[in-house]
Structures are given as C-alpha cells and as structure tokens.
C-alpha cells in the first residue's frame, strides 16, 4: 500500500507581542504539516520578507499593531498568501475579518484544538485545489520561440537562478530557461517537494542526502548552503521530520 504524502504548509506570524508569536509558534511546531518560514513584529517587516520569497500559503496575523493594521493590511497580504487567519484577543473583529475574507479567525490565548482545526481546513483546501496527480512532468521553454522540452520533476534535484534566467539541473542534464526564481517557485509549489533554500536555490527535498547544519548534499553529491533568512525555517522544516529518541 502506498503510503499518503502529508502536505506541507509553510506559514508566517505577524504580531507585535512577542509572546503572543512564541506561543503560537509554539503550538504550530507540534502540529504535523506546517512549518513557520518567519516571525514579524509588524507588517512592514513582513511584506519585505514576502517579496522575497514570493509566496507562502498561511500568513497568521494580528489586527491590533501600530502603524499598520492587520485589516489594513489585508489586500497586501493576501496578494502574497492563499490563507490570511487573524488572530486577536478581540472578538469584535470576527465581522472586520469577514469583511476582507480572511479564511480563518483565531481568538487569543489561541489552544492547539482551535489551531488544529483550522489547519485542517486549510489542508483541505489545498487539496481540493491542486487536486491529485499522478504525472510530475512539465515542458521546459527553451532558447527558440516554439522548442519545449519535457523534462520529469521527481529527476530534478536543484533550480537556480542566474541573472534572468535559471538553471533546472536534472539527474541527466541541463535546461536553461527565461524564467524569475521566483515565478518558478510559484508554478512548483503545487508539487510539494521543491523547497527554497536561498535567494538563488531551490532545492528538490527527494534528492536530499544528508543535512549537516545549514549544508545540504545531494545524491549527486552537489551542495548547496541554506541562506540566511531560509534557515530557521529550513531547521523546523528537518526537526519536524526527524526521528528523536
């Protein structure tokens, strides 16, 4: 029997509370299928970040912050997330989050049921969308107007960008196509296994060998180093998948 794949969901916090977000971080490290890409004191410091990395699919966020509010912030917010879930110790604001079609409402202090049940909801959304599917191949566009070449995803073990094009290293080869990182990173979240791991460098996390720190080897023996700002992320992304006596 074939095992079921969990989903991965990667995540962002956004309160100005500091214990609020290790709370909640807190919880969400317990539960399985989702991961914390990053912690923000304000709105600003997250808008950055996601411009970065181009897109994650739950951004959890406060409503009561200086400066920038979380209703506020609502359509900046959810041009960079599938899921925007507001979590406040104020439940007047349930019709505020209705409002700007927040898909989740959390109430503080939040409990692990609350966080729980809304995750899996999100999980299944998620799936309703991408749907099941069986061929993991996609045409490559190459250098001439009308050349594509297919090429097999689960072959492929690293992509990285080079000025304004990036490079799909395969087991077997090369292709080189006109395309941001950031674009690509975007059409392959819905195959689950491509993790970014710098600015420059997504990887394929089936052909990971082995981790040692922020360095990963591939089995072709290539390595890569987590960026910066990746690496917290990519550490509970591990921990999670760790087996721990």
Known sequence: ?????????????????PHA??????????????SVSGEFGNVSDALAFLKEIGHIDVIFCD?????????????????????????????????DAFNVHAAGYLLKPVSTEA??????????KQKRHIGQRS???????GGNKNLFTKINLKEVYAIEAMANYVTIRSIDRELVTYMSLKSVAEQLRKYENFYRISKSVLVNMDQVKTVDGYVIR??????????ETHRAAFLDFVRKRSLRS
């Open 1 to 17: 029997m074939k095992a079921c794949k969990i989903m991965e969901i990667w995540s962002i916090i956004i309160d100005d509370e």
């Open 21 to 34: 977000v290790s709370e909640l971080a807190d919880i969400l490290a317990r539960v399985p299928g989702i």
């Open 63 to 95: 409503i009561q912050m200086p400066r920038l509010n979380g209703i506020a912030a609502a359509e900046l917010l959810k041009t960079y997330c599938d899921h925007l879930i507001y979590v406040t110790a104020y439940r007047e604001h349930a019709l």
């Open 115 to 124: 966080v729980i049940k809304i995750i899996t909801n999100v999980v299944q």
């Open 135 to 141: 061929d993991e191949s996609v045409f490559i566009k």
């Open 218 to 227: 591939m089995r072709n023996e290539q390595i890569y180093s987590v960026g």
